[in-house]
């Protein structure tokens, strides 16, 4: 009889996750799972569907399948993750996704592994802030803007944004670049909710 042990030393974690990747699980499955659960949610605060949990279940999956299907960007390269995986071959929210996620997950995680370091250190970050809570307040809006200016990055190179310089399009190109209109999208986000009641 087999030890969960041996099991373990057997297991091999970076083949099951090369399966899946090969399989396009990271493509369709995982991001019709992810945008499923979020529509069913949204649609439990929707009154004219309060009661009725099969509406809601056809809506979510309508709404899952439209988005892993259809392209959200018609260019042929998908940020970080290459190829697109939508039926026409362009960029789908699956290449988005694997283009968002990975980089503001590791971005997350040197934030706090600097943390860590300081606690093992005995520095207390808070008080390099300053003791003022305007300071305070000043420094932590600066880090956000940081925060929120690496997951545009990351959300634009999902769009197919390959960075600064472009084919010199002029002004043409500036309107049909993704990176605007994804700022615009996070700059109203942000204003609506940064207003006052």
Known sequence: MA?????????????????????DWFAYVFPFLII????????????????????KVIIALVFSLFAIAFPISNESYCGIYGGGHAINGDCSIGD??????????AFSIGILALYLVAAMLGVDL????????????????????????????YFARGF???????????ISEFFTDPLLYILIVFGLFIFYIGKDD
């Open 36 to 55: 499923y659960t979020v529509i069913f949610a949204a649609l439990k605060n929707v009154k004219l569907f309060e009661d009725k949990k099969s509406a």
């Open 96 to 105: 988005l996704m694997m283009s968002l996620f990975p980089g503001v997950t």
């Open 160 to 170: 197919g944004w390959d960075g600064f310089g472009g084919t010199g399009g002029g």
């Open 3 to 23: 030890s969960i042990s041996n099991w373990l030393s057997d297991l091999d974690f970076y083949g099951f996750l090369s399966t899946l990747e090969t399989n």
């Open 126 to 153: 808070m008080k390099i802030l300053g003791d003022d809570e305007k300071d305070q307040k000043t420094i932590r809006l600066i880090l956000g803007a940081v925060g929120l200016l690496v997951v545009i990055y």
